[in-house]
């Protein structure tokens, strides 16, 4: 019960800023609820994934095929483009932290007189989270696109 509190939790608060940027991309108002359920779906799927214990990366990479996936649908639905829909539903699952941790360690190593080896494991780890993540939303977004898409027969 715990989870499923935490998981429409996760989903409300993920679904405001999916709204918002789906307002900044001028997103007709008609099509803004659907914005915003894809980006609570999706990011709340990465929760639950990596509640089971997931790593970030390949929760993130599925949970953007998900939402690749529900906005091929709502765009055949609405005969709409699906980026409309899914560019604004995988803000929430941008790596910020991880990429806000890497900068800071960037600008704390610059002003050090010595290299640290803690900080330089600090850039190194965050920036390589945060290169994985990035790479995980791009793959998992257009994978769905890409098969759903195909015009030759797979083999």
């Not at 709502?74 to 995988?90: D, E, G, N, Q, T």
Request: charged share 10%; hydrophobic share 55%.
């Amino acid at each position: 019960m715990n989870l499923i509190l935490e998981l429409l939790h996760d989903a409300f608060f993920s679904a405001i800023p999916a709204l918002g940027f789906a307002m900044v991309f001028n997103v007709p108002k008609r099509f803004l609820p659907y914005c915003g359920l894809a980006g609570a779906i999706g990011h709340s799927f990465r929760s639950l994934l990596m509640h089971f214990d997931m790593p970030i990366e390949w929760a993130t990479f599925t949970a953007a095929a998900l939402v690749g996936v529900i906005t091929i649908r709502f765009a055949k639905k609405h005969l709409a483009p699906p980026l409309m829909y899914s560019v604004a539903a995988i803000i929430p699952m941008v790596p910020g932290t991880y990429a806000y941790n890497t900068l800071i360690s960037i600008v704390q190593l610059s002003v050090q007189d010595q290299i640290s080896s803690d900080l330089t494991s600090l850039v190194i780890f965050n920036g390589l989270k945060t290169v994985f993540i990035l790479g995980a939303l791009a793959v998992g977004l257009a994978m769905p696109a890409l098969v759903y898409y195909r015009t030759r027969p797979i083999i």
